[in-house]
């Protein structure tokens, strides 16, 4: 049980970290599609 909830955890921390490079990618392209949009 003890190994069951460290994996989960570890899985949980994966996803949210792996969600937070999505967002950084996400916003990154965003803000450059802005400045094209300036230029």
Known sequence: MISEAFASSDTNN???LSTR????KHNWYKS???????L
Do not use: D, N, T
């Open 14 to 16: 994966f996803g949210h």
């Open 21 to 24: 490079v999505i967002s950084r």
């Open 32 to 38: 450059r599609s802005a400045l094209a949009a300036l």
